[in-house]
Structure formats: structure tokens, C-alpha cells
């Protein structure tokens, strides 16, 4: 898919008809458009969702027509918001728009009533013709499917959610929605219900216990549905309430009297994250230590009392303790004792050389009783290493949670400081910003509660469907429906493993490209990694072969969520092109819309982000506010960026509004 040019007419605060030509050129193919916070640069990447799905990521989604337009109209006449999009896909030159009407009812309405909707998708066929899309909705989610809009249109301030401790299931969203396995999905669907009738059949004409059974397994299949939305809604509560996080902590960023407080916060934090990475590695390093030598105390008694066993049987000469076997042999067969008197077969002392070698017993004995004392000898030392190396751990431990206990002190005073401040409404920031990480605790805290529910049910589960599989029936109508619930289940779960299977395959190819990228652009020896779990974490090595989880700065959690976003756009387009198989993964060549990717990185990395922006996808469009359009970005991007506007904000007595204006000048 390829922009070409972007209308936009009376769209929220876009006033009148404003226009965005993207870049085509492959050695330029950047667009900039320069916004002030405000200005409508989140307004500008609504577009796309509006057009493509008729929908909104913004306060009041459901005001649409401008409020200048709607104030210059008289009353009962009609303002039209209009987006048009003309743009390239697979070859074939398409131009979509989604127009709504509004009738003004009244002098002072601002808002109108939507009157008339139309939705249009004209297309240029092999000849040259202009044919219209008789169904215009379903063509667009098919070039650029639903699914996909978060990867692709995005802000760049908050895609570090990725790599959050509770990211795993962003990032695996992320990865199933680029796959786009349709096929497999509905095939799971379908069986599930599949299963479900039969279910019903065996519910109808089977005996009581069948029918109890199976009814107690549809309650709690049932239940687990009603946990898993109820999670899915908690987790999207969480993400909202992160979101606004974010931005609430940029605003006090930005405002004089509050910055330093700020930046020193998120310097603490880094800190505390730091000890609390440590804190984490010393608890795994407890643990392991005490999963290898933690016996070792309980052992002891056992030891002392055979280490006693033993000496006791070398003073009764049951065991040797310096005569060997093998010493007595030797002098034997040379016929010599070692005072110098012969040996000869019968004689006396030849008699008593030989009772030596009963008393000194088997070689077997020797070595087993010599490797015995050893090893209880070790093993006493291991103790002693162990409670040493316990004691260490547990000093580090409690140095790192007092450095954590100082430095949360530190924060707390900082929180105080800036709810006191009266200035531009910091303090009520402040307050906002402590109600929020509340709300992220307890949303936090529900979502691990219904995820444990949802296991144990889970295992409940399990057993019912085991007692079902045994349960006795005569009834063969029941009987026929248990099979072929059983076989359908049995293509789910089938399935369900292959696409798992894609999935990984999937994982792993977008875990050697995050890392590419990110290394790439990082300037310290980390390296980026998607874990079994789906987990984006940032590592180090430790040694020859430990790997150990780094804190992550809010720039590195950014860089390493763009180097993700941008691995998925490379995978989409291989995939595309590749030769391979592709009936389950046909990929696409998509462009990428970023709002505000610089906001948390320090000169250098927005240096190397901009760097590497143009790699990233056949086209990229950068939407910047003028305090990120640094010297470090510029420098990168002002000379390869083919297009650039500025959103021109107006704010007048009655409403506020935006022109899009092209310019070649440096912000």
C-alpha cells in the first residue's frame, strides 16, 4: 500500500478543505508534519481510522464536523466532513472517501445532527477505466485490515506499553495480527461450536450422569468466557489508564515550574527500577543456590551418623583404613615380605602374610569407603558454602531494599512538592498522576485474580472432560454425539497447535529483527529479546553465557518498541514478496504512520532513530511537535524528507481550528 495524497474537509478541527501529499520517492520517502501539542496531529492519524473504519481514538468521537464550519452556517443548512484518501495497493490506483452530513439546528449549535453518510471506493481497472466498489467497507478492511491498525498508525509515546512487565500479551496480539490466520481462527471457532452441539445431543439423550456432566462442563466453559472478557476489559482499563499516565507525566514535563521535579523522578525511577532488577536477579540467584546445596543441612544427621558408622567399622578392622588389597597380592606373588623373609608356598609366614589380605577385604569395600569419607568431607565443606554464600546474597538483599526504600522516600517527597504547587494546575496533575498509578495497582491486582480463577476452572475443566470420556452410556444416540464431540474437539485442539506453531515461527523471526534494529540504534552492549512468553525484554550478558534483565529507561523501552513495530512492517513485506508458501500468512507492504516517536529519547538516540526511520518501511509519515524536532532530527531527516507540512492552530473567542500548510522551512 502506497499513499498518494490525503483531503480532508471540515474533519474535526481541520476548517474548509486542507490537503497532505506524501512522498514517493523512494530516497526521500518521509512525510513530516510539524504540530504544536494541540494542533491536530493525533486529529491528522484519526483520519485513517475514520476513512478505513469508521471509527475514533479521541475525546467526543462523536463530533465530527468542524465548529468553525457549523458557526458560519446558517440554521437548518448543511456542512459536509469529508475524508479522502488517494492511494496505490497491489498495483491498482484506488481513491476511498467517507463523507457524513450535519444540519445545523439551531444559532448557537456547534455540533449539528448528522443527516447523510456515504462511504465510496473508486478504483482505475486494467484499461484505464474508473469503476466504483460495490461494497466499499469490506474492500478497504481487506487492504488494510482492522487488525492491523495499531501497528501501523500509532504513537510513538506510548508503544513502550510493549515492553511493560504485563506487555506479553500486546506484543503476542501484535504478532497474531500481523499473521492474520483468519483461516485458522474461524476453523477454531467453528469446531468449538461444533463441539458445543453435540454436547447439546449428548445433554438430550444421555443418561443423568452424562448429562449432568456435560452440563457442568458447559457452565464452566461459560464461565471462563464471561473471566476471559471480563480480563480482556480489565486489561484495555489498564492500557487507557496507562495512556493517560504517560501523558499526564509529559504535561508536567513540559510545564516551567514542574520539569526538574519531573526529570528528576524519572531519574529515580530508573533508579529504583535498576535495584529492583537486581533485587530480582538475587532472588534467582537465592533460589538456585538454594535448589542445588538446600538439602545440605537436612543431610547432615545422616552424614555425622554414617561419617561414625564408619570409623566405627575400621576400629572393629571391618574396613581398612591402611592396608590395601592389592598391596598383600604383590607380596604374594614375589614371595617376599617387605621386612625381607621368603614367602614360600606352606611356610608359616607365608600363612600370616595371607591374613592380612582377609583382614584388609575387597577392592570394591576399599573404594566404596574411600569415596564415602570424601564425599562426607565435601560435603561438610558444601554447607559451610552455603550458609556463606546465603549470608552475602542476603546483605546484598538488604542493602539494594534500603537503597530502594530511600529512593521511594525521594519520590514521595517529590509527589508532595508537586501537589503543593499551585501553578497551572500542577498540583491537580499531581493528584491525577497518584490516582492513576493507584488505578493501574488495583487493575493490576483484578487482572491476576481472574487469571487465577481462569486456571483453576481451567483444571476443573480438564477433569470433567475426563469423567465424560469414561462415564458409561447405553444410549447410542448419546453415544455417537460423545464421539463426534470428542473428534471435534480433537481438530480444535489440533488446530489450535498449529497455529500456535505459526505463531512461534512467526516470534522467532521477529525476535532475530527487533534485535537487528535495536542494536543498531542503542549505543550500550544490550540486546532486545521476545521471550517464549512474548515478552519484549531488554538483556545483557553477564559473564560467558548468564543473561541478565536490564531496567529499562523510558527512551530504551521506546527504542526497543519501535525496533518491534518496525521488525513486524519488514516481516509483513518479506513475506509478501517471498516465494514460500503463503496460504496461511500472505504479509503486505504497508506504510508507517508515527505520531510523536522521539518524545522520550535523549539527542543521541533521536539521532539514530532518525536514522533509521527511512529503513523501517517503504514509506514513513513523522508527525513532531517543534520541541522534538531537534537538531539531532533535523540533521537526520531534514534533508530526506520529500514532503513537509505545519499545522497552522488557531484559537479564536468561539472555537479553535487547524490549517495544514506546506512548508520547507526548519523548526
Same mark, same amino acid.
Given at each position: 500500500?502506497?499513499?498518494?495524497?490525503?483531503?480532508?474537509?471540515?474533519?474535526?478541527?481541520?476548517?474548509?478543505?486542507?490537503?497532505?501529499?506524501?512522498s514517493l520517492?523512494?530516497?526521500n520517502?518521509?512525510?513530516?508534519?510539524?504540530?504544536?501539542?494541540?494542533?491536530?496531529?493525533?486529529?491528522?492519524?484519526?483520519?485513517?481510522?475514520?476513512?478505513?473504519?469508521?471509527?475514533?481514538?479521541?475525546?467526543?468521537?462523536?463530533?465530527?464536523?468542524?465548529?468553525?464550519?457549523?458557526?458560519?452556517?446558517?440554521?437548518?443548512?448543511?456542512?459536509?466532513?469529508?475524508?479522502?484518501?488517494?492511494?496505490?495497493?497491489?498495483?491498482?490506483?484506488?481513491?476511498? /472517501? =467517507?463523507?457524513?452530513?450535519? !444540519?445545523? %439546528?439551531?444559532? &448557537?449549535?456547534?455540533?449539528?445532527? +448528522?443527516?447523510? #453518510?456515504? $462511504?465510496?471506493?473508486?478504483?482505475?481497472?486494467?484499461?484505464?477505466?474508473?469503476?466504483?466498489?460495490?461494497?466499499?467497507?469490506?474492500?478497504?478492511?481487506?487492504?488494510?485490515?482492522?487488525?492491523?491498525?495499531?501497528?501501523?498508525?500509532?504513537?510513538?509515546?506510548?508503544?513502550?506499553?510493549?515492553?511493560?512487565?504485563?506487555?506479553?500479551?500486546?506484543?503476542?496480539?501484535?504478532?497474531?495480527?500481523?499473521?492474520?490466520?483468519?483461516?485458522?481462527?474461524?476453523a477454531?471457532?467453528?469446531?468449538?461450536?461444533?463441539?458445543?452441539?453435540?454436547?447439546?445431543?449428548?445433554?438430550?439423550?444421555?443418561?443423568?450422569?452424562?448429562?449432568d456432566?456435560?452440563?457442568?462442563?458447559?457452565?464452566?466453559?461459560?464461565?471462563?468466557?464471561?473471566?476471559?472478557? /471480563? =480480563?480482556?476489559?480489565?486489561? !484495555?482499563? %489498564?492500557?487507557? &489508564?496507562?495512556?493517560?499516565?504517560t +501523558?499526564?507525566? #509529559?504535561? $508536567?514535563?513540559?510545564?516551567?515550574?514542574?520539569?526538574?521535579?519531573?526529570?528528576?523522578?524519572d531519574?529515580?525511577?530508573?533508579?529504583?527500577?535498576?535495584?529492583?532488577?537486581?533485587?530480582?536477579?538475587?532472588?534467582?540467584?537465592t533460589?538456585?543456590?538454594?535448589s542445588?546445596?538446600?538439602?545440605?543441612?537436612?543431610?547432615?544427621?545422616?552424614?555425622?551418623?554414617?561419617?561414625?558408622?564408619?570409623?566405627?567399622?575400621?576400629r572393629?578392622?571391618?574396613?581398612?583404613?591402611?592396608?590395601?588389597?592389592?598391596f598383600?597380592?604383590?607380596?604374594?606373588?614375589?614371595?617376599?615380605?617387605?621386612?625381607?623373609?621368603?614367602?614360600?608356598?606352606?611356610?608359616?609366614?607365608?600363612?600370616?602374610?595371607s591374613?592380612?589380605?582377609?583382614?584388609?577385604?575387597?577392592?570394591?569395600?576399599?573404594?566404596?569407603?574411600?569415596?564415602?569419607?570424601?564425599?562426607?568431607?565435601?560435603?561438610?565443606?558444601?554447607q559451610?558454602?552455603?550458609?556463606?554464600?546465603?549470608?552475602?546474597?542476603?546483605?546484598?538483599?538488604?542493602?539494594?531494599?534500603?537503597?530502594?526504600?530511600?529512593?521511594?522516600?525521594?519520590?514521595?517527597?517529590?509527589?508532595?512538592?508537586?501537589?503543593?504547587?499551585?501553578?497551572?494546575?500542577?498540583?491537580?496533575?499531581?493528584?491525577?498522576?497518584?490516582d492513576?498509578?493507584?488505578d493501574?495497582?488495583?487493575?493490576?491486582?483484578?487482572?491476576?485474580?481472574?487469571?487465577?480463577?481462569?486456571?483453576?476452572?481451567?483444571?476443573?475443566?480438564?477433569?470433567?472432560?475426563?469423567?465424560?470420556?469414561?462415564?458409561?452410556?447405553?444410549?447410542?444416540?448419546?453415544?455417537?454425539?460423545?464421539?463426534?464431540?470428542?473428534?471435534?474437539?480433537?481438530?480444535?485442539?489440533?488446530?489450535?497447535?498449529?497455529?500456535?506453531?505459526?505463531?512461534?515461527?512467526?516470534?522467532?523471526?521477529?525476535?532475530?529483527?527487533?534485535?537487528?534494529?535495536?542494536?543498531?540504534?542503542?549505543?550500550?552492549?544490550?540486546?532486545?529479546?521476545?521471550?517464549?512468553?512474548?515478552?519484549?525484554?531488554?538483556?545483557?550478558?553477564?559473564?560467558?553465557?548468564?543473561?541478565?534483565?536490564?531496567?529499562?529507561s523510558?527512551?530504551?523501552?521506546?527504542?526497543?518498541?519501535?525496533?518491534?513495530?518496525?521488525?513486524?512492517?519488514?516481516?509483513?513485506?518479506n513475506q509478501?514478496?517471498?516465494?514460500?508458501?503463503?496460504?496461511?500468512?500472505?504479509?503486505g507492504?504497508?506504510?508507517?504512520?508515527?505520531?510523536?516517536?522521539?518524545?522520550?529519547?535523549?539527542?543521541?538516540?533521536?539521532?539514530?532513530?532518525?536514522?533509521?526511520?527511512?529503513?523501517?518501511?517503504?514509506?514513513?509519515?513523522?508527525?513532531?511537535?517543534?520541541?522534538?524536532?531537534?537538531d539531532?532530527?533535523?540533521?537526520?531527516?531534514?534533508?530526506?524528507?520529500?514532503?513537509?507540512?505545519?499545522?497552522?492552530?488557531?484559537?479564536?473567542?468561539?472555537?479553535?481550528?487547524?490549517?495544514?500548510?506546506?512548508?520547507?522551512?526548519?523548526?
Amino acid at each position: 500500500m502506497e499513499l498518494k495524497r490525503l483531503e480532508v474537509e471540515n474533519f474535526r478541527q481541520f476548517y474548509g478543505t486542507q490537503e497532505v501529499s506524501f512522498s514517493l520517492e523512494e530516497s526521500n520517502n518521509v512525510t513530516v508534519v510539524h504540530g504544536d501539542n494541540g494542533a491536530g496531529k493525533t486529529t491528522l492519524l484519526n483520519t485513517f481510522l475514520w476513512l478505513f473504519y469508521n471509527e475514533l481514538t479521541l475525546p467526543q468521537p462523536d463530533k465530527i464536523a468542524t465548529e468553525r464550519a457549523l458557526d458560519e452556517a446558517s440554521v437548518n443548512s448543511r456542512v459536509p466532513a469529508r475524508v479522502k484518501l488517494e492511494f496505490k495497493d497491489q498495483g491498482r490506483q484506488y481513491t476511498a /472517501e =467517507r463523507k457524513q452530513v450535519f !444540519q445545523k %439546528r439551531s444559532q &448557537t449549535d456547534l455540533s449539528g445532527v +448528522q443527516v447523510d #453518510e456515504d $462511504l465510496t471506493l473508486e478504483y482505475i481497472d486494467e484499461r484505464g477505466n474508473h469503476k466504483q466498489r460495490n461494497n466499499p467497507k469490506s474492500a478497504l478492511k481487506r487492504i488494510l485490515p482492522q487488525r492491523l491498525r495499531e501497528i501501523f498508525f500509532f504513537d510513538g509515546e506510548t508503544i513502550s506499553e510493549l515492553t511493560a512487565d504485563d506487555g506479553q500479551e500486546k506484543v503476542q496480539s501484535a504478532i497474531r495480527n500481523i499473521m492474520g490466520l483468519e483461516i485458522l481462527e474461524r476453523a477454531i471457532r467453528h469446531l468449538d461450536a461444533v463441539e458445543g452441539r453435540f454436547e447439546d445431543t449428548m445433554d438430550e439423550y444421555g443418561s443423568n450422569e452424562l448429562s449432568d456432566l456435560v452440563s457442568k462442563k458447559q457452565d464452566i466453559k461459560s464461565k471462563i468466557d464471561s473471566l476471559e472478557n /471480563e =480480563r480482556e476489559n480489565l486489561q !484495555q482499563s %489498564r492500557t487507557e &489508564t496507562e495512556r493517560e499516565l504517560t +501523558q499526564t507525566e #509529559e504535561r $508536567l514535563s513540559e510545564l516551567e515550574d514542574s520539569r526538574e521535579l519531573q526529570e528528576e523522578r524519572d531519574r529515580l525511577r530508573t533508579n529504583l527500577d535498576n535495584i529492583d532488577t537486581d533485587i530480582e536477579n538475587i532472588d534467582d540467584e537465592t533460589g538456585s543456590v538454594i535448589s542445588d546445596s538446600g538439602h545440605l543441612p537436612f543431610a547432615m544427621p545422616a552424614v555425622e551418623e554414617t561419617a561414625r558408622m564408619l570409623q566405627e567399622k575400621r576400629r572393629k578392622g571391618e574396613i581398612p583404613s591402611e592396608i590395601k588389597t592389592q598391596f598383600v597380592e604383590d607380596l604374594l606373588d614375589i614371595e617376599e615380605c617387605i621386612c625381607g623373609r621368603p614367602l614360600h608356598h606352606g611356610s608359616g609366614a607365608r600363612e600370616e602374610v595371607s591374613q592380612w589380605r582377609e583382614r584388609a577385604g575387597s577392592t570394591e569395600l576399599e573404594e566404596a569407603a574411600m569415596n564415602i569419607v570424601g564425599r562426607l568431607s565435601e560435603i561438610g565443606e558444601r554447607q559451610t558454602d552455603l550458609y556463606d554464600d546465603i549470608d552475602e546474597l542476603l546483605a546484598e538483599r538488604s542493602a539494594k531494599r534500603d537503597r530502594k526504600q530511600k529512593l521511594q522516600e525521594q519520590l514521595d517527597e517529590i509527589s508532595e512538592t508537586l501537589s503543593e504547587i499551585e501553578t497551572e494546575d500542577i498540583g491537580k496533575l499531581e493528584e491525577r498522576r497518584q490516582d492513576l498509578k493507584s488505578d493501574i495497582e488495583e487493575l493490576s491486582k483484578s487482572i491476576g485474580g481472574v487469571e487465577r480463577e481462569i486456571n483453576d476452572r481451567e483444571e476443573t475443566l480438564s477433569e470433567i472432560e475426563e469423567d465424560i470420556s469414561d462415564a458409561r452410556e447405553e444410549n447410542e444416540v448419546a453415544n455417537q454425539a460423545r464421539r463426534r464431540a470428542r473428534t471435534a474437539g480433537y481438530l480444535r485442539d489440533q488446530i489450535d497447535a498449529l497455529f500456535k506453531k505459526y505463531q512461534d515461527k512467526v516470534r522467532k523471526s521477529v525476535n532475530d529483527k527487533v534485535n537487528q534494529t535495536f542494536q543498531s540504534i542503542i549505543e550500550k552492549e544490550y540486546y532486545a529479546q521476545i521471550s517464549d512468553e512474548y515478552a519484549l525484554r531488554i538483556l545483557k550478558d553477564v559473564g560467558d553465557t548468564e543473561q541478565e534483565l536490564v531496567a529499562k529507561s523510558t527512551g530504551e523501552r521506546q527504542v526497543a518498541s519501535l525496533s518491534f513495530i518496525a521488525s513486524l512492517v519488514s516481516l509483513a513485506k518479506n513475506q509478501y514478496e517471498s516465494d514460500q508458501d503463503t496460504t496461511y500468512f500472505t504479509g503486505g507492504i504497508y506504510p508507517m504512520l508515527m505520531d510523536s516517536p522521539f518524545g522520550y529519547l535523549d539527542p543521541t538516540y533521536q539521532r539514530r532513530v532518525s536514522q533509521k526511520l527511512p529503513e523501517m518501511a517503504e514509506q514513513v509519515v513523522v508527525l513532531v511537535t517543534e520541541s522534538q524536532w531537534s537538531d539531532a532530527v533535523a540533521g537526520e531527516l531534514a534533508d530526506i524528507a520529500g514532503q513537509r507540512y505545519k499545522l497552522q492552530y488557531h484559537d479564536e473567542q468561539k472555537y479553535e481550528y487547524t490549517e495544514i500548510v506546506p512548508t520547507g522551512e526548519t523548526y
